[in-house]
């Protein structure tokens, strides 16, 4: 059995986008960051937080990553939707008033 940290890694990654297992990973690496039961415990003193960053750096890259392309997919889906860099005209009123002075 081969162990390296890019295969825990890979299978962190494959875990956390498995629609049936996602909560169970994310639920996992929180009670895994707030457990005293570490790796590296915290009271030593670089290491012990160093596994409790590296963790949480990788939940959250992993679920920003999600939400990206979340959003992309869904921005790809609806074509229908423009911002006003592409249709400028949309909330430009052309109107050509005159003031008329009542006396």
């Known amino acids: 059995m081969n162990f390296s940290l890019s295969s825990l890694y890979d299978w962190y990654r494959s875990a956390i986008r498995h629609p049936k297992y996602r909560w169970w990973v994310m639920l996992g ?19 012990g937080q160093l596994d409790d960053v590296m963790l949480a750096g ?18 790809e889906s609806n074509p ?17 008033a005159e003031t008329v002075a009542t006396s």
Do not use: C, G, H
Request: glycine content about 0%; aromatic content about 6%; charged content about 15%.
């Open 29 to 47: 690496t929180v009670i895994y960051l707030i457990s005293p039961i570490d790796i590296a415990p915290d009271f030593i003193p670089i290491l």
């Open 58 to 75: 990788l939940l959250f890259t992993e679920l920003s990553q999600m939400m990206i392309s979340k959003i992309q997919a869904r921005q």
């Open 80 to 96: 229908n939707t423009t911002t006003n860099a592409e249709n400028p005209s949309s909330e430009t009123v052309d109107v050509d």
